[in-house]
Nanobody, 125 residues
Framework: QVQLVESGGGLVQAGDSLRISCTAS????????AGWFRQAPGKEREFVAA????????NYADSVKGRFTISRDNAQNTMWLQMDSLKPEDTAVYYC??????????????????WGKGTLVTVSS
């Protein structure tokens, strides 16, 4: 079973950049589409970005398009989310997910996603 561990969260100021990581155990991760979700206080978890297993295709939420970049290196079993021009409304716990049977277009509604435990990103104004 693939296990996912996020890292790199922290406190930054509005306008700053931050890169968070997701490290996976198990070679199967390289065959899964994967992505990032976030959950702000008092809100439901929402889709942020996804990347195909081949690294060739990506999908972004409108709210982060042009500011966030998702990437992965299957040789390292690692996925990243580069977040630029951060805003206070980006404050949330960020979760890494891998979809066993889905794609970057269905990961947001898949019920068989594997999840990490999250890393907190706080953006101060």
């Amino acid at each position: 079973q693939v296990q996912l561990v996020e890292s790199g969260g922290g406190l930054v100021q509005a306008g700053d950049s931050l890169r968070i990581s997701c490290t996976a155990s198990g070679r199967a991760f390289s065959t899964y589409a994967a992505g990032w979700f976030r959950q702000a206080p008092g809100k439901e978890r929402e889709f942020v970005a996804a990347i195909s297993w081949s690294e060739r295709s990506t999908n972004y939420a409108d709210s982060v398009k042009g500011r966030f970049t998702i990437s992965r290196d299957n040789a390292q079993n690692t996925m990243w989310l580069q977040m630029d021009s951060l805003k206070p409304e980006d404050t949330a716990v960020y979760y890494c997910a891998a979809t066993v049977s889905g794609t970057i277009w269905t990961i947001a509604r898949n019920t068989d996603n594997l999840w990490g435990k999250g890393t907190l990103v706080t953006v101060s104004s």
